[in-house]
């Protein structure tokens, strides 16, 4: 990636305006449940800040309305989340870009943090031409960085307009260490990979995956199915899917890919199913394409996860986009557990393994593997675009090496 890096600009005395992707997970209560996506931007604020540079950091958090302040979106919590990590105040703006964030911005010492207040409530945001919103956000910093993988692929305002303005005024607009790692990840693994390449690809629909199984069919050795999109596929085939979430407007659109993707494409031969959504259901194991009324999968089987397991072990590059079952709740994380098992498996013995975010990297922090693979992405819906093969307009605006 010919991108300039954080590690290119000199911060020393300057103030620089970082993206991050601090949509972390909370509780009822406003607890932050998961901070990797604070603790993952940390190497890029820690950058800037020992150099003798100041940090404001600006992000969204949930969806709010973009109509103003709505506190059970307010990052109050990751601004306390992150002083924590740092071990230092950081300080939070009332506004975007606003008179308190360049009031607060002239007060911010060498080596000080400012949040700025959730980006998303304002209405600019989501549009990208207020020009008002953006020249705000322009004029607070020397410099913009780019740390936000997770929104690399929204051409929002904060990601795309405000490096922009930026760039008119002189200043550098650069990437990150996390997006650029997360982008290099990810290239890397598409246009030179190491053999053999395997896909495993889960989640709910068939509809959200189209384009990677397409993609993915015409680079890599096999494309493994899980989740509920297999009984999309199964339902192509003839199959019964019982009470089972399917996407019968896709059963024709299967069948081409099924057609298109012969041997490389894989499909599971059995599944766990249950007659209801607990794990107090009754459950049974049966061929794939027999789920019987009444029952619906949760899970692929046992000799699925056992076949999968065998392919993912022997594999030079892995990348895993969802998870094969409902990971969440006991026993129906078994085959999601086999295949983790086997992706840990394959980076033991000299394989890039790749987990491309969302329910993926839930689920491997969950059953323990984080720790075990090459790298998981914090960013889902970003990892499954350039897993399409597409490029990000948010990066191709930043400063060329």
Known sequence: MAKKSVASIDPQGKTILVRVDFNVPQDDAGAI????????ALPTIKSILDRGGRAILMSHLGRPAGKGFEAEFSLAPVAKRLGELLGKPVALASDTGGPDSHSKAKA??????????????????????????VDGLAGLADAYVNDAFG???????SMHAVPVAMKTLGK???????????IQYLADAIATPKRPFVAILGGKKVSDKIAVITNLLSICDHVLIGGAMAYTFSLAQGGKT????????????????IATGGSK????VDTHCADDFSPAANKLIVKAGEIPEGFEGLDIGPETAKHYAEIVRSAGTVVWNGPMGVFEMPPFDAGTKAVADAVAAATAAGGITIIGGGDSAAAV????????VS????????SLEMLEGKAFETVAVLDEV
């Not at 449940?33 to 993952?40: A, E, K, V």
């Not at 607009?173 to 790692?181: D, I, N, R, T, Y």
């Not at 922090?365 to 075990?372: H, K, S, T, V």
């Open 33 to 40: 449940t998961d901070d990797r996506r604070i603790r993952m």
């Open 108 to 133: 911010l010492p060498a080596g000080g943090v400012l949040v700025l207040e959730n980006v998303r409530f304002n209405k600019g945001e989501k549009k990208g031409d207020d020009t008002a919103y």
């Open 151 to 157: 929104t690399c692929h929204r051409t929002e305002a």
């Open 172 to 182: 550098a607009a650069v990437v990150g260490f996390l997006v650029e790692k997360e």
């Open 242 to 257: 019982g009470k089972s979430l399917v996407e019968k407007d896709k059963v024709d659109l299967a069948k081409e890919l």
């Open 265 to 268: 494409l894989v499909l599971p």
């Open 365 to 372: 922090e969950q059953l323990g593997y984080a720790d075990r």
């Open 375 to 382: 790298h998981v992405s914090t960013g889902g819906g970003a």
